[in-house]
C-alpha cells in the first residue's frame, strides 16, 4: 500500500485523470433505465470507487466523518442552501401543476431519491474535490495563483461535465443553446469554486459531500415525487423556454453574488504552498 500511495503521490495528475475518466466513463456510457433506484446503485458503486482512489492516494483522515468539519460545512452553507431551496420549492410547484398527484408510491421514491442525492453528493465531491482539485493542488499549489487556478480549472470541470450529455447528444446547436450550457457551466462552477473553498476550509470530502446532496435533493425533489425519476436537462430547445432559462442564469448570478465573496474570502485564508493531501514527495493533511 505504501509503494502505491508513494506513486500516487508522485503523479498526482494521473491520480486526476484516472479518476476523472472512471467516473465520466461510467456516468456517460453505462446504460441507465432512468429510475431512481438504477441511478442510486450506479453512484454508489462510484462513490465507492472514489473514495477507496483517495484512501489509497492520500490516507483515510480525508474520508473519516468528522463532526465539527461537518458543522462547519453546515455554518458556512447557509446562504447557498436556502437559495437552493428557494429554487425546490418553485421547481416543486410547478412540477405539481403539471402532473394530476404524487406518484403512488412516493415515500419509496422519496426514500430513495434521499438515499441517491446523498451518494450523488459523497460520488461527485469525492471526485471533484477529493480527487481533480486534490491533485491539481498537489501540482500547482506552491503559490497562490497555483491555488487559484486548480480552484478555477476543478470547478470549470465540473461545470462543464453537467452540460457535456446536452452537447454529445447533439441539442447544443443554436446560439440560445450554446448560452444555456455556458451559464450552466459557469452556475455549477461557481458553486464547486465554493465547495473547494470549503473543502480546503474544514479539512474533511463529508462536510461538502452531505451540503452538496442536500442542495441537490431540494431541486430533485419534484420530479422525484411526481414523476419517480429526475429527467434534469440544462440545454432546453424550446426557444421560448431557453430564453426564460437564460434570464432564470441572470436571476441566479445576481443570487450568486454572496457566494462568490464567500468563496474569496475563505481562499484568501488559505496559506500557501498548500498541496493539500495528495502532496508530492511526501505527507500533508489538509
Known amino acids: 500500500m505504501s509503494t502505491i500511495r508513494t506513486f500516487a503521490r508522485s503523479h498526482p495528475l494521473l491520480v486526476t485523470a484516472v479518476g476523472l475518466a472512471i467516473g465520466l466513463a461510467v456516468i456517460w456510457f453505462v446504460p441507465s ?13 462510484l462513490t465507492i470507487v472514489m473514495f477507496a482512489i483517495m484512501a489509497v492516494a492520500a490516507g483515510c483522515n480525508i474520508i473519516v466523518p468528522n463532526a465539527k468539519s461537518i458543522g462547519l460545512s453546515f455554518k458556512k452553507s447557509i446562504y447557498p442552501l436556502v437559495v437552493a431551496l428557494v429554487m425546490g420549492v418553485f421547481v416543486l410547484l410547478g412540477t405539481a401543476m403539471k402532473n394530476e398527484g404524487m406518484v403512488s408510491d412516493w415515500p419509496l421514491q422519496l426514500a430513495l431519491v434521499i438515499m441517491l442525492c446523498l451518494l450523488v453528493g459523497t460520488f461527485e465531491e469525492g471526485l471533484f474535490r477529493g480527487i481533480v482539485f486534490s491533485g491539481l493542488l498537489a501540482r500547482f499549489g506552491e503559490t497562490r495563483r497555483g491555488l487559484i487556478g486548480a480552484v478555477i480549472v476543478s470547478s470549470l470541470i465540473f461545470g462543464f461535465v453537467h452540460v457535456t450529455p446536452s452537447i454529445m447528444n447533439g441539442q447544443v446547436v443554436t446560439g440560445l443553446d450554446m448560452a444555456q450550457a455556458a451559464l450552466k457551466t459557469l452556475q455549477a462552477g461557481i458553486l464547486g469554486a465554493f465547495l473547494a473553498a470549503l473543502f480546503l476550509k474544514t479539512r474533511n470530502i463529508w462536510g461538502i459531500a452531505l451540503v452538496h446532496g442536500l442542495n441537490d435533493l431540494f431541486v430533485m425533489l419534484g420530479d422525484a415525487l411526481f414523476s419517480g425519476t429526475t429527467s434534469t436537462t440544462y440545454v432546453n430547445n424550446d426557444a421560448m423556454m431557453a ?6 442564469y441572470g436571476v441566479f448570478f445576481l443570487l450568486y453574488i454572496p457566494i462568490i465573496v464567500s468563496t474569496v474570502r475563505m481562499l484568501k485564508q488559505v496559506e500557501v504552498p498548500c498541496k493539500g493531501p495528495l502532496p508530492i514527495g511526501g505527507l500533508e493533511r489538509l
Open 243 to 248: 430564453s426564460a432559462s437564460v434570464v432564470m
Open 33 to 45: 433505465d432512468g429510475s431512481l433506484a438504477n441511478m442510486m446503485f450506479i453512484r454508489l458503486g
